[in-house]
């Protein structure tokens, strides 16, 4: 009778543990998460993708993590990865950097289980590959699951422990060197699509989004042959690696020469004795002015330039969603009067100057402060996004969807003025508005980001942003090359500014960004 008993007690708490939402067994061993948004979301943080690319690892693909017994505590996000401070505007929520940085979090509805196969959207950040995290409280997962998705943000390496390139490095790594941080997502893309299921998520329909850096790297493993297959719709916010930009890709050639030149004054010999330097001495000498680690063009992760694979057709044919913030270019309202702006013209484009001032006028103060603020965005995110949509347009043979976003924000602790500014479409894209220090947020600003959650997850489960009450959003193949304008009365219509993208293909000036 009382062996009887122990066993009926052991049962049941064998059974209670099986039931209990929060414990999920991964490919790597059991992990314990919590609650968050008064129980609504379920998450599951600081879970590791890939071992920690510390040691004889650092500057090499990422390896798959260590098992584990027992059960591992995923209530607290794991360290962000090491790097200089950016932008103001980062704020980070886990116990500081770290070069043992590859972590993701899961966030799922509360009513998930392992059976839910729920679409899944994959998070990249922003930061221009030299900053940010997957745990700033503007991207966290307490609002867009409850739209009955799965949501994923990682962390992946940055700047010169993400991207340095050197001769010795690619002869030890088959002639390839460089894009670690591009590795790192494709290896977080590999965890989900193994491991996503036991989360209540889909790994056949797979979203992968992201703003600025985290869109131009959503462009970019569109193009890369070692992605293929790991996702299965795209929403690139600011940013495409395609045309001029702020991010541009060098040749391996290039970058082995430049960076060669970099290690040089390091003092050091081989790539032995360079992993053996301290993580911060590397940062601290990676962060002097002038010093830069871009992605490139590796020959494995992209065997050739972007534009190259889009204009061959040969990137995923998979539905996009792209577009980019009204005031992308608010910092250069400094050229907004009639004299500076015509200056800047001649300056800029010479015998192509009169051209120039018809699409972007400039007649009276205000009317040259706006041009001002139109050019700067077009030369530093606009073209290269809206060149990413009409070569999709062109060869994806796939669904594509082209938005502006124009409601202008009130100032806030980090973004003085009334602008719709580079990054402002994030805490309405995850329901985050109150995380915005100093923000007063009105109502307007709250339907927007509710209507913009419901696009983004009807996209995400469909392939079509479009359902529901929300206003129509036509395909950008259609007639006319039409957008939605998200504003506090969204509206869709005709391209009327396609004919400065046209002009601005012709040649550029080399923008200070």
């Known amino acids: 009778m009382k062996c009887g008993c122990i066993l009926a007690l052991l049962l049941g708490l064998t059974i209670t543990m099986r039931a209990d939402p929060l414990v999920v067994k991964t490919k790597e061993g059991k992990v314990q998460g919590k609650t968050m948004n008064n129980g609504k979301v379920l998450a599951w943080l600081g879970l590791p993708y890939a071992a920690p690319p510390t040691g004889d690892l650092r500057w090499k693909a990422p390896q798959p993590p260590a098992k584990w017994s027992g059960l591992r505590d995923a209530t607290k996000f794991g360290a962000h990865c090491l790097q200089s ?91 390839a060197a460089g894009n670690y941080g591009f590795m790192d997502m494709i ?35 569109m193009a890369s042959p070692l992605a293929k297959g790991l996702f299965h719709k795209a929403i690139g916010e600011s940013g495409g690696a395609l045309g001029s930009s702020a991010l541009l890709y060098d040749p391996l050639a290039e970058r082995e020469r430049k960076d060669a030149e970099w290690v040089a004054g390091l003092n050091v010999s081989t790539i032995a004795e360079l992993r ?105 995110i606009a073209l290269a996004t809206w060149t990413w949509l009409e070569e999709h347009r062109r060869t994806g043979d796939a669904p594509t969807f082209r938005y502006h976003f124009e409601l202008p924000a009130t100032p806030s602790k980090f973004h003085e003025g009334t602008f719709a500014f580079h990054s402002d479409d994030i805490e309405y894209v995850f329901g985050t508005l109150d995380t915005r220090p100093g923000f007063n947020v009105r109502p307007e600003d709250r339907t927007l980001s509710d209507q913009i959650m419901t696009y983004w997850t009807n996209f995400a489960k469909t392939g079509d942003p479009n359902g529901g009450n929300l206003p129509k959003w036509p395909n950008y193949k259609d007639e006319g090359y039409p957008l939605i304008h998200l504003n506090s009365v969204i509206t869709s219509g005709p391209d009327t500014r396609r004919a400065r993208y046209l002009f601005l293909q012709k040649g550029m000036p080399t923008g200070d960004y």
């Open 85 to 175: 401070e950016v932008f103001d505007d980062m704020v980070f929520e886990d116990d500081g950097p770290s070069e043992d940085c590859l972590f993701l979090n899961v966030y799922a509805p509360a009513a998930a289980t392992g059976k839910s196969n729920l679409p899944v959207m994959f998070w990249i950040h922003g930061g221009g590959y030299n900053g940010g995290a997957s745990n700033e409280p503007r991207h966290n997962g307490d609002f867009l699951p409850l739209k009955n998705v799965i949501l994923v943000t990682i962390n992946y390496r940055l700047g010169v422990f993400g991207f340095l390139a050197t001769a010795d490095l690619a002869k030890e790594a088959n002639g």
């Open 276 to 380: 053996k330097l301290p993580a911060q001495a590397i940062l601290d000498a990676a962060g002097k002015p002038g010093v830069q680690f871009p992605p490139d063009v590796d020959g494995k992760v992209l065997t050739e330039p972007v534009a190259a694979t889009y204009a061959a057709g040969k990137q995923a044919h998979i539905p996009l969603i792209a577009g980019w913030n009204a005031d992308e270019g608010n910092s250069d309202e400094k050229f907004g009067t009639v004299e500076k702006w015509k200056q800047k013209a001649q300056q800029d484009f010479g015998d192509r100057a009169a051209e120039f001032l018809k699409l972007y006028p400039g007649d009276t103060d205000p009317q040259a402060r706006r041009s001002a603020i139109d050019f700067g965005g077009d030369q530093f």
């Open 187 to 221: 290896a977080a893309l590999e965890w989900v699509n193994k491991s996503i299921g036991q989360f209540g998520g889909n790994p056949n329909n797979v979203t992968i989004f992201g703003e600025s850096a985290g869109s131009f790297a959503v462009s970019t493993l």
